[in-house]
Structure formats: C-alpha cells, structure tokens
C-alpha cells in the first residue's frame, strides 16, 4: 500500500468512527451538558481526569472548555491521591476520560472522588466498566476499530473522545449564552483578540482617505477624488448625505468598454446602489466576515444616520494584523 493509500485509509477508518459515535449519541448528552451548566452557574468548575493519550486528550478539552467560558483544570490521576486532590471541591463536575474504562489510577481514584458532593461524567468505550458503572453519566465513545494496523495504538478512539468534548464545549457555550465579545475577554492577544475588540471604526480610512462624492459629480471629477484619496472605490451620497451608491474602478473599465461618454456621465446613471456597508460601532470580526464572504476589496462605513464615515480597504487587513 502506497503512503498515501495509507494516508486515506487512517482518514476514512477515522470518519467511519466518529459516524459511529454521532449515531449512538442519546440524552446522556444532555445530562452531561446540565450538569456542567448547573455546576457553573453554582460557581464550580470542570476538572479533567485521565492517563496517558486520553490524558493528552483531556488536556485540549479542558484548554477548549476554559477558552470558551467554562472554568476547566486538568488533575493528574497519580498526583491526586498525594494531595493535588485538594483541587476539587463540593458542586464541581469531573470529566473522566478512560476508553478502557479500567485504567488503573483512575480506578483507584474513584473511590476518594466519590466523597465529594460532585457529579461525575465519563467519556469511556466501555459503559459497564468500573469507570462508567461508578459515573453518573456516560458518553460512549466506542469506535468499531482503531487506525492502527494493530489495532493496538489509540487513534479513532482518541479522535472520538476529542470531539465528544469539543461537542459537550459547544454545547455548554451555546446553553450558557456565551457571545463573540465573552470570547474575545479570554483571547486579548493575537489576531482573534484584535479581531474581536477592535471595531471598524479603529480600522477604517477617514478624512482626505475616505473618498465620498456626490450622485451628480461627473465620473471625470468622480476619478479625480478616488485619485486623491488613493482609493479604489468611491462612496456616492445623495442630496442628503446619505449613502447612495458606490462606484469602483472596476465599474469604470466595464462601464469604459462599452459606453464613449462616460466621462461625462453623473455617478447616479452608472453607479451601484445599495452597495454592501457595515456600520461604524461593528467589530472588526464582522468586517472580516463580510470580506471572506463577499468578492469585494473595499467596504464603506457609516454611521447611525447611514452616512458614509469611513472605508475598511481589504489591503489593509494584513497591517492591521487582522487576518
């Protein structure tokens, strides 16, 4: 078998388990879910438990569980028993990753967690192993093989158990109300933080860079000020000052192509109306939504009144470490 036969099969063995996983899901989903909303409207957190790859797997889903609002720490099963037990305290959810369900620090765990008023949910392979009898949920993630050749190294399974937690995070968040500005509070830094406390009007050109016309301006004069401003488009108001239409240089060379008087035309007679526009108070994140979904290079802003205050230009967004 070639590398990338190889390669495709891991993928599709993969899928196949997670089909699997998806199809058996049943309310025990949903028990998890209360259970950790319950905890955390009672101010508790998540503590995550698990050994060796599903301990690496843990890791990530209590990184996601705390990056998107909901309190998460990663116990270690052999730690636990020498004191680091200290974490966990009344009213707290313990999430136990074991495929086996029989993992021997986690057996043995079990007992000193049962003391605590703490509801336990386990993400096993097995149900009716020690794990998942002592839990008071279970989410089965029993894959029907592993993409080892052997059938020995966790791969499907770990993959399952990684987005069961991606799917409880999800969950979670949606049932807790969390928003774009909750997330953008734990992630400061980087292009996702300024994505998403930047608003457009942080980013967007003003003033002599903000080319803004009126609808009877000829296109002659029309170009003059897109030249001025070193834009490409130009914002077109109507009698009021309000946004009426927009005109770019790409309309000029489809318009050039076929129409001799241009030039002396009024931007009403070859301008685009309604053109797409964000408003000022937005943030930038939806600015970038817009850019991603929408095959345009520029956007204009206005403001409540829906006058044209300033332009986001796509070339922009890589300066503005925003992309």
Do not use: W
Request: net charge positive; glycine share 6%.
């Amino acid at each position: 078998m070639s590398h990338l036969a190889q390669a495709r099969q891991v993928f599709d063995i993969e899928l196949a388990a997670l089909r699997a996983v998806r199809a058996r899901l049943d309310e025990s989903f949903d028990c998890a879910v209360e259970s950790v909303v319950t905890a955390l409207k009672a101010r508790g957190k998540i503590v995550v438990i698990g050994i060796g790859k599903s301990g690496n797997v843990g890791q990530k889903i209590a990184a996601t569980l705390t990056s998107t609002g909901s309190p998460s720490v990663v116990l270690n099963s052999v730690d636990a028993l020498h004191g680091d037990l200290g974490i966990v305290n009344d009213g707290d959810v313990i999430l136990a990753l074991s495929y086996s369900g029989e993992s021997e620090e986690l057996v043995s765990l079990l007992p000193a967690l049962k003391r605590f008023p703490v509801k336990i949910i386990a993400l096993t392979g097995s149900p009716k192993s020690t794990v998942g009898r002592h839990s008071d949920v279970v989410l089965n993630v029993r894959v029907p093989k592993e993409a080892c050749p052997f059938n020995l190294a966790p791969t499907a399974s770990t993959t399952a158990m990684l987005v069961m937690g991606d799917a409880l995070a999800m969950a979670v968040l949606e049932a807790r109300g969390f928003t774009q500005r909750d997330f953008a509070r734990y992630h400061p830094a980087g292009a996702i933080g300024r994505a998403l406390l930047v608003q457009v009007r942080d980013i967007m050109r003003t003033g002599e860079r903000n080319a803004v016309a009126p609808q009877t301006l000829p296109v002659k004069e029309a170009l003059l000020v897109m030249t001025q401003a070193k834009s490409g488009s130009l914002a077109i108001v109507d009698r009021r000052g309000k946004l009426a239409g927009v005109f770019t240089d790409g309309d000029f060379r489809r318009h050039m192509a076929t129409d001799a008087e241009l030039l002396s035309r009024p931007l009403a007679s070859v301008m685009t109306r309604h053109p797409i526009c964000i408003r000022d108070t937005a943030l930038a994140a939806e600015a970038l939504k817009i850019f991603n979904e929408r095959n345009i290079d520029d956007l204009i802003v206005v403001n409540a009144k829906r006058e044209p205050v300033g332009l986001v230009d796509s070339q922009d967004l890589p300066k503005l470490k925003l992309m």
